[in-house]
């Protein structure tokens, strides 16, 4: 069950916890002296009744003993709450450090996830673990904890305090237990899956937001305002459903084990009554006991309603621990180092892949072989395998079969991060983070220096952008500002990688967002950047394939022709027919 993964995570406070328990035995304790004393105060005042009726004299009221009772009656109250707050604060506390704990764990386990994980899983589905579940976990802990803990004290304190007045009463008061236990058994189980239906709608509702806060552009264009309504208000209403049902069955809880305790609290006070009037008991006795019936309700009803914050607590919980428990990218081949100084020689050997939700392969028997320094063209139709062959050789993904070799080594028994490190990667779809441009130049150089950032934006032609924003380098910008148009963020990408200064490059579509005339600027920094440099280029524009030293034609996973540019055009094969068909036609080119 979720909840012991939950309890491991909590126990790394397990001293605060002690802590917390012990305040809580202090408070409920204290509060349960409270009705006794109450009634030694009610026994003084009917004694000296009763003594004043018998006798026939004055009423005698000893009222410096009910000052004194009253007195520490007063002082355990204000200890009692005093160890409340102090375990609410505490509690508080705990549940903070968990939420860190928590947070952080995830962060790092999303930096450990293969790519795989993402293909298979919306963004707003992660990000609603991250913070929904995180909350519904540490929100209802904190409450529950402390609620559950002092609930069964005070069962077990009332229970002991019952018994030293009357056990026969005891036994009428404990007759209902069972049943309001059967009866809380039941509604738990059935509004269990309700609670796990909330979260994951809830999930579902954030995944939809972000979808459409992302693409708002897309959505006005093509006006699907109201389609994309439609589909959050359908979420919504079923998010809306599953939060009355399991609402709705939860609250049954206090009302009915209140209702199953009153028909306790009936018998008692009728057989008390009783036991009265036959001198067995106290007329003080009875009204603590009468009082503790009533505590003794209280804490059962308040069990009912832990049991329901457990319940959304657990399903909260096996989202955050399934995310948890996901595998991280397999590192148990990886033992081998790659030399310091890459030559940049690449030899595929019988590439077979396919992805995990897919029924055919991607890559089928696929080999080639490139030399250090060269520069090689990927080139396709769409959905040929081009970039599924570039992600294989940053080992994004695993093979089922096949050999990658870096300069003679396995990449699958060297540690990915190191496979990676040699390559600087430029991808078709922009990405940058929400901070200067100068922290975005220097993302896979951390300590790169001015002069080498303006070095490298006047060989990527982003010289002048800097030159022309408002703060140069100190500009703030992302993905969500709308100060640069997508050419200017593909050069800003295209500049990282110059500056990062990787042995070994790879282009996936680099200059697909910018125009013909930037594109000559790009390619003329291009030609510099990939110089004595192996260079992976998948693209279709034509100024990026001429000048390529081999171009891999990949059609349905496989090469079906390699060679350069002229040779694969006196071949007059599949190269040729989509050389024709793409660029015979510009007459720039």
């Known amino acids: 069950m979720r909840l012991k993964n939950l309890w491991r995570v909590v126990s790394a406070h397990k001293w605060l916890l002690l802590v917390v328990v012990l305040l809580a035995l202090v408070s409920t304790i204290f509060a349960i002296v409270g009705p006794k004393l109450l009634g030694n105060i009610t026994t003084e005042v009917a004694n000296a009744l009763i003594k004043a009726v018998t006798a026939q004299s004055p009423i005698s009221i000893n009222f410096s003993a009910i000052a004194k009772i009253a007195t520490f009656l007063l002082t355990l109250y204000i200890i009692s709450v005093a160890a409340e707050i102090a375990s609410g604060i505490l509690m508080a506390k705990i549940a903070q450090k968990l939420t860190l704990t928590l947070r952080r764990q995830i962060v790092q386990k999303i930096n450990r996830l293969p790519i795989a994980y993402f293909d298979r899983h919306k963004f707003g589905d992660t990000l609603a673990r991250i913070t929904n579940d995180v909350d519904t976990i540490l929100g209802n802990l904190a409450q529950a904890f402390t609620q559950i803990i002092s609930s069964i004290m005070m069962l077990g304190g009332i229970l002991v305090m019952m018994f030293t007045i009357s056990w026969q009463l005891s036994l009428i008061a404990l007759a209902t237990v069972p049943v309001a236990t059967i009866f809380i058994g039941f509604v738990s189980k059935k509004s269990q899956k309700y609670f796990k239906a909330t979260q994951n709608h809830l999930a579902e509702i954030t995944a939809e937001a972000e979808e459409v806060y992302a693409g708002h552009t897309v959505v006005k264009a093509f006006a699907a305002e109201d389609l994309m309504t439609q589909k959050f208000t359908a979420e919504n209403h079923r998010l809306q459903q599953n939060t009355f049902k399991s609402q709705f069955i939860s609250g049954l809880l206090f009302p009915i084990t209140h209702l199953i305790g009153n028909f306790g609290y009936v ?27 009533n505590q003794f309700n209280r804490p059962l009803a308040q069990i009912g309603q832990t049991i ?282």
């Open 267 to 293: 018998f008692v006070a009728a057989i008390g009554a009783g036991l009265a009037i036959d001198g067995k008991i106290n007329i003080g006795d009875i009204q603590a006991f009468i009082q503790y019936i």
């Open 308 to 589: 329901t914050l457990l319940q959304s607590t657990a399903a909260a919980s096996e989202r955050v621990f399934d995310f948890l428990d996901e595998p991280d990218e397999p590192t148990h081949r990886a033992t081998a180092k790659l030399p310091k100084n890459i030559r940049g020689e690449i030899i595929c050997q019988n590439l077979v892949f396919q992805y995990a939700d897919s029924d055919t392969p991607a890559i089928k028997n696929l080999s080639f072989t490139t030399h250090a320094g060269q520069k090689v063209a990927i080139v396709g139709p769409t959905g040929a395998g081009k970039t599924t062959l570039v992600n294989l050789l940053m080992r994004f993904y695993d093979l089922q079969s096949g050999q990658i070799l870096l300069d003679g080594t396995d990449i699958a028994t060297v540690p990915r991060a190191e496979v990676r490190a040699r390559f600087g990667m430029v991808l078709q779809q922009t990405w940058l983070i929400d901070d200067t441009l100068r922290e975005n130049l220097r993302y896979g150089k951390p300590h790169a220096t001015d002069a080498e950032i303006m070095t490298v934006a006047k060989a990527a032609g982003i010289e002048h952008l800097i030159n022309d924003l408002p703060q140069g380098l100190d500009t703030p910008i992302g993905e969500e500002h709308e100060i640069l148009s997508s050419g200017e963020k593909q050069l800003i990408t295209i500049a990282r990688a110059m500056l990062a200064d990787a042995p070994m490059l790879i282009l996936d579509e680099a200059t697909s967002n910018v125009d013909t005339r930037t594109e000559q600027t790009i390619a003329s920094a291009m030609q510099n950047l990939t110089k004595n440099r192996t260079s992976f280029i998948i693209a279709h524009r034509l100024s990026t394939i001429r000048g390529a030293d081999l171009i891999l034609v990949v059609n349905n996973g496989d090469i079906v022709e390699q060679g350069t540019h002229q040779q694969l055009l006196k071949l007059n094969g599949f190269y040729a027919d989509l050389y024709n068909s793409q660029y015979q036609s510009a007459p720039t080119e």
